[in-house]
Nanobody, 115 residues
Framework: QVQVVESGGGSVQAGGSLRLSCAASGSMFSINAMGWYRQALGKQRELVAVIISGGSTNYADSVKGRFTISRDSAKNTVYLQMNSLKPEDTAVYYC?????????WGQGTQVTVSS
């Protein structure tokens, strides 16, 4: 079993920055991927950024050049640095880990960007 705990988030004005953190613990053998999704009010959950085992990354087109995903393998922690935030980035952000091909989700953290 894997436990996932998120931190960070909050409210910021457009153009500002925030950093999200997500620590996983438990049986962490065979990590397949880690990343972040978001869900805005009334919309479907969408992928924001992901790190696949081996280290390759993938970003949604809407965040490329503004968001950076990174990880600390020793701490089993994944980060999302969000710069140049826009009002359309407002959403609940969910951390996501795939371990032994099982999906684990964080509880979600609200990010609100005001214009």
């Amino acid at each position: 079993q894997v436990q996932v705990v998120e931190s960070g988030g909050g409210s910021v004005q457009a153009g500002g920055s925030l950093r999200l953190s997500c620590a996983a613990s438990g049986s962490m053998f065979s990590i397949n991927a880690m990343g972040w999704y978001r869900q805005a009010l009334g919309k479907q959950r969408e992928l924001v950024a992901v790190i696949i085992s081996g280290g390759s990354t993938n970003y949604a087109d809407s965040v490329k050049g503004r968001f950076t995903i990174s990880r600390d393998s020793a701490k089993n922690t994944v980060y999302l640095q969000m710069n140049s935030l826009k009002p359309e980035d407002t959403a609940v952000y969910y951390c996501h880990w795939v371990v032994k091909w099982v999906n684990y989700w964080g509880q979600g953290t609200q990010v609100t960007v005001s214009s």
